[in-house]
């Protein structure tokens, strides 16, 4: 199977700054997808990225796939409360570890 | 949210018992898969189905066995359940392969 892992594992950040998570992989990806879950909650369906090299936007989200189709990254903009969770990316059914994001007020 | 109900939602049983859990989807998805979920380690897939009658094993389905005799329904069953199989399992659909999975609710499942 397409196994991806997820760096960081927890990122702590002020209110306002940036965050970026990322997912690797060792071999070629046909896609990958992001999701969010909310504390408590389950994950929910961000996005998914099947071009190489392709970059797509959320508002303050900006989705990125590697150009070799082997990584893909999150990044968020002027970081909210709301945007507290943990991110995980996934290749197919294979989920990352996640990257739990706390935001300081 | 896609129509995906999972049940029991909490369920504390003994080491060694048998254990169901539900996966129930209103979405006619081909795809359901089952997984658990612990710290640091993310979402492991146990099983998933792609077709009624047809599962096949995930990287973690040790001690699960799985059924699916409709469409809607997706059975996750621990044949003896030891305290290792505390978890939250979270059951999920697709409607194809590469598409994006709708998560049910979870089910804290908690093994003494």
């Known amino acids: 199977g397409q196994q991806v892992m997820q760096i960081p594992q927890y990122q702590h950040v002020q209110e306002g700054e940036d965050f970026t998570t990322y997912c690797n992989s060792s071999?070629?990806?046909?896609?990958i997808q992001w999701y969010k879950q909310r504390p408590g909650g389950h994950p929910v369906f961000l996005i998914q990225?099947?071009?190489?090299?392709e970059v797509k936007k959320q508002k303050r989200l900006t989705f990125q796939f590697g150009e070799a189709k082997k990584n893909s990254s999150l990044h968020i903009t002027a970081t909210q409360t709301t945007d507290v969770g943990t991110y995980f990316c996934?290749?197919?059914?294979?989920f990352g570890t996640g990257t739990s994001l706390t935001v300081i007020p | 949210d896609a129509g995906i109900t999972q049940s029991p939602r909490h369920k504390v049983t003994e080491t060694g018992t048998p254990v169901t859990l539900r996966c129930h989807q209103t979405?006619?998805?081909?795809?359901m898969y089952w997984y658990r979920q612990d710290p640091g380690h993310g979402l492991r897939l146990i099983h998933y189905?792609?077709?009624?009658?047809?599962?096949d094993k995930g990287e973690v389905s040790d001690g699960y066995s799985v059924s699916r005799s409709k469409t809607e329904d997706f059975l996750l069953t621990l044949e003896s359940a030891t305290s290792s199989q505390t978890s939250v399992y979270f059951c999920?659909?697709?409607?194809?392969?590469?598409?994006?999975?709708?998560f049910g609710q979870g089910t804290r499942l908690t093994v003494v």
């Open positions: 979405e006619n998805h081909r795809y």
């Open positions: 071999t070629t990806l046909s896609n």
């Open positions: 996934a290749a197919v059914v294979n």
């Open positions: 999920a659909t697709g409607s194809g392969q590469y598409t994006e999975a709708f």
């Open positions: 990225l099947v071009k190489s090299g």
């Open positions: 189905s792609y077709g009624v009658k047809d599962t």
